[in-house]
């Protein structure tokens, strides 16, 4: 008889003997294998360890002079001791637990199983005569035995734990790895790593500012000083990857120990916060890698929750666009001012239907109202603020994409201005208290269509704000950069390009832009519209100026690449209406501070209402004509700033030529109402 398998040799030398012995084999094989015959073996190691103590506790007990122990009452006394063993490790199910992840609710159990043994050994001491008779048992054996066999078990266990570890490591490439943080958080992140036997890492040393540490060991590994020995460390041990794990650290320590890991090319990971921990335990799937948006964070702002509460709480609130990456934020975080109704308006049918199951999920469900709704369309509009009649308006619906409004400018005067006239013209019909809107830097000297637009809109409710002064509602317009992880914007797009191997797009090397966390803006957009007193444009403090070419080696090191050997950066040119550099002010304008630290004022060119309204009108006759150079011209003298940049509008920044496309609109103009009235 002949077999392949791994134990071919073993079967093939006892078919020579007899059949019933390969099938004793193959049944004790089994049996061994499986969980009950697993928890057989635990079991059996359990009792004999225990024997092993209380026989060494005799010994100790007696210096080891045999002669001196009862040997007759030998017999029982071990039987007994075996079968309340047995008893008590069935009881508490000692051998249930997997030996190789033995942790200390195993340990624990196990010390209540030799504790109430020994409980039971205790009794016999006492001097009845039937047990003084036929078993041995003195209280200081008892006590040396408790001490022995809790010791033995336990550390047997640890031993195969430890054997385990080692043997799987042994098996396996190691990837080194170092941790920052030599604190609980620290230590956890050590032993998820030991324990997972799928994992590829070793820690093989810890980083922590604490000088008091340095030179210590935690779980066998060296801690050393962070400023101090990190080059020396990583250099020694060809470190290619770098834990932060610690609990609560600085935005600024976490983008120094960020960028100390990618200047000597160590992709840093970072331990999630503990409540985002699955059923409360860190695993090493959840270590991921710092996102770009975490290093662009800044300080927590400080809200005046009081004075928004006491604008928001109760009130019916409408905000349009809510569907986008502004709009959805600003709606969640009015939510946790307990809104008595709030109105969530878009147009985008699937982006608005995922944000109301989100509400529902997160909040009271029977607060938030979802409506399909475009803000060009009046009479729908009409029927929203009939019906609701909202306190207060936020007006995050726009078209924000500056080369795709280059290209439809009628669209993104129909949107970005005339939406905006129409909800404003509603907010003070319905006798909403606040109107906020929420505008760009792009409207600050536009070279573009998309921020004249937004000028255009900034100027209307203004002047609307200024015209209606003697009633209910008051205009409030909020100004900032670029947010990031909104849709469209530049760090999706270059996630999106690095996972599919490259390359990553910059329009030019130079190119700057000032960049806000969507959190962190709506939070100002809530402090302004609380704390405008209408006709104010706010500006928010949007920090420095960043290069997108650095943001964008950034994340390719942060991915674990190297630029032009993993990825590569190709520079395309300035699209049409995109500038260098954003401005958050008007060369003209200048700023007034505010109570809050992170919001001014901007003083702005003001315009009557009377002006601003006709020259609307001159847009919507221009629109009827579908001309985009008649659009652009009339907006070039609504906003004579407006100077286009990389577009075919271009030619129009020459007065003469300008001048030529308005007295030629105006003809036909002319000529399409006589028609019109014919």
């Known amino acids: 008889m002949s077999t392949t398998n791994s134990n071919g040799t073993v079967l093939k030398a006892m078919s020579q003997k007899s059949p019933a012995a390969i099938n004793f084999y193959l049944r004790l094989k089994k049996m061994l294998v499986n969980a009950y015959g697993t928890r057989i073996i635990i079991l059996g190691v359990d009792v004999v360890v225990s024997v092993m ?23 029982p006394t071990i039987s007994a001791l075996i079968l309340i063993r047995t008893i008590t490790f069935k009881y508490f199910k000692t051998y249930s637990s997997v030996i190789r992840f033995t942790s200390e609710h195993d340990l624990l159990t196990l010390l209540k199983s030799v504790t109430l043994g020994s409980f039971v050994f205790f009794l016999f001491t006492f001097q009845f005569n039937f047990f003084d008779e036929i078993f041995f048992f003195r209280k200081s054996i008892v006590m040396i035995d408790y001490l022995i066999c809790l010791f033995l078990l336990i550390n047997y266990r640890v031993a195969l734990r430890v054997i385990h570890i080692q043997m799987n490591r042994e098996r396996q490439v190691h990837e080194n790895v170092v941790v920052f943080g030599a604190g609980s958080c620290g230590d956890m992140t050590r032993k998820t790593i030991d324990h997972d036997k799928d994992t590829h890492l070793k820690v093989l040393a810890f980083f922590d500012d604490d000088l008091s540490l340095h030179r210590k060991t935690m779980g066998g590994i060296r801690i050393y000083h962070t400023d101090h020995y990190f080059e020396e460390v990583v250099s020694k041990f060809k470190i290619k990857k770098a834990i932060i794990a610690i609990h609560k650290i600085s935005i600024k320590r ?14 840093p990971l970072i331990v999630p916060p503990v409540e985002n921990w699955l059923n409360s335990k860190l695993k090493v799937s959840s270590f991921r890698k710092i996102n770009i948006e975490e290093l662009l964070h800044r300080a927590p702002i400080a809200l005046d929750y009081k004075n928004i509460a006491s604008q928001v709480e109760n009130k019916t609130i409408l905000v349009t666009g809510a569907a986008g990456s502004i709009g959805s934020e600003i709606a969640r975080q009015l939510m946790n001012f307990h809104p008595d109704k709030l109105i969530l308006l878009d147009q985008a049918e699937t982006p608005l239907v995922n944000l109301q199951l989100e509400m529902q999920e997160k909040f009271d469900y029977s607060v938030t ?40 400018p009628e669209e993104a005067v129909k949107v970005n201005v005339f939406g905006v006239q129409i909800v404003a013209n509603l907010a003070v019909r319905y006798g909403a208290s606040r109107f906020v809107m929420v505008s760009t830097d792009k409207a600050v000297n536009p070279t573009n269509i998309m921020g004249t637009t937004k000028r255009m809109a900034e100027m209307y409710c203004q002047s609307l704000n200024d015209y209606s002064r003697n009633l209910k509602t008051r205009f409030i317009t909020t100004r900032f950069g670029n947010v990031l992880g909104s849709n469209g914007s530049v760090v999706p797009r270059f996630k999106n390009q690095i996972e599919a191997g490259g390359p990553i797009t910059v329009t030019d090397p130079n190119i700057t832009r000032y960049f806000m966390t969507i959190p962190e803006a709506c939070q100002l957009v809530l402090e302004a519209g609380a704390m405008g007193k209408g006709g104010e444009i706010f500006l928010f403090d949007m920090g420095e100026p960043v290069k997108i ?7 390719i090191r942060l991915y674990g690449l190297e630029e032009n050997k993993h990825i590569s950066i190709e520079f395309t040119g ?10 958050l002010l008007n060369q003209a304008e200048n700023t007034i501070k505010t109570h809050h630290d992170k919001i001014t004022i901007a003083k702005v060119r003001k315009e009557l209402f009377e002006k601003v309204y006709k020259d609307l009108k001159k847009i919507q006759k221009a629109l009827l004509e579908n001309d985009d150079m008649l659009l652009v011209a009339y907006m070039k003298q609504i906003v004579p700033e407006f100077k286009s940049n990389c577009s075919k509008y271009s030619e129009l920044d020459n007065t003469e030529n300008l001048l030529k496309v308005v007295r030629k609109g105006k003809k036909e103009l002319r000529i399409g109402h006589r028609a019109y009235l014919n």
């Open 549 to 555: 070419v650095d943001l964008a080696r950034k994340m």
């Open 53 to 75: 103590a209380f026989v060494l506790a005799n010994l100790l007990r007696f210096n080891f002079v045999i002669t001196d122990i009862p040997l007759d009452k030998a017999l």
């Open 369 to 408: 109202i979802p409506i399909v709704a475009d803000v060009r369309d009046q009479k729908k509009m009409r029927d929203v603020f009939s019906k609701f009649k909202p306190d207060i308006v936020y007006h995050a619906a726009a078209y924000k994409h500056v080369p795709m409004m280059e290209v439809n």
């Open 254 to 267: 976490k983008e120094e120990l960020v960028e100390l890991c990618l200047k000597h090319n160590i992709t």
């Open 574 to 583: 300035l699209r049409p209406g995109e500038k260098l550099y954003e401005e």
